[in-house]
């Protein structure tokens, strides 16, 4: 059974620290592309970070570069959105996504965490 779980949201005040951490179970995680989207109240939603699934390297979009990284971990099966410097503009519903590479097919969401940025 595919699982992918996100956790470690919650409120914040603006110039602080959370970090995200995604647990996946059910497929092979190592051929799997795992990306951070988020969905800010009514808005659409976007993709903040793109974790490689050969090199691990992590690509960030513009607006959270300097701030946000990504890991992942292969032995566990995980992966990790470590936000510094956080705005309001933040805030949103963070989710975890795996897409299949080289032959896997899957294309697997979490549940979500809210992530809000207030003082």
């Known amino acids: 059974q595919v699982q992918v779980v996100e956790s470690g949201g919650g409120l914040v005040q603006p110039g602080g620290s959370l970090t995200l951490s995604c647990a996946t179970s059910?497929?092979?995680?190592?051929?799997?592309?795992i990306r951070w989207y988020r969905q800010p109240p009514g808005k659409e939603r976007e993709y903040v970070v793109i974790i490689s699934a050969a090199t691990g390297v992590a690509t960030v979009i513009d607006s959270v570069k300097g701030r946000f990284t990504a890991v992942r971990d292969n032995d566990r099966n995980m992966a990790f959105l470590q936000m510094n410097s956080l705005k309001p503009e933040d805030t949103a519903v963070y989710y975890c996504?795996?897409?299949?590479?080289?032959?896997?097919?899957?294309?697997?969401w979490g549940q979500g965490t809210q992530v809000t940025v207030s003082s």
């Open positions: 059910g497929f092979n995680f190592r051929h799997y592309v």
């Open positions: 996504n795996a897409r299949g590479t080289g032959g896997m097919t899957g294309d697997y």
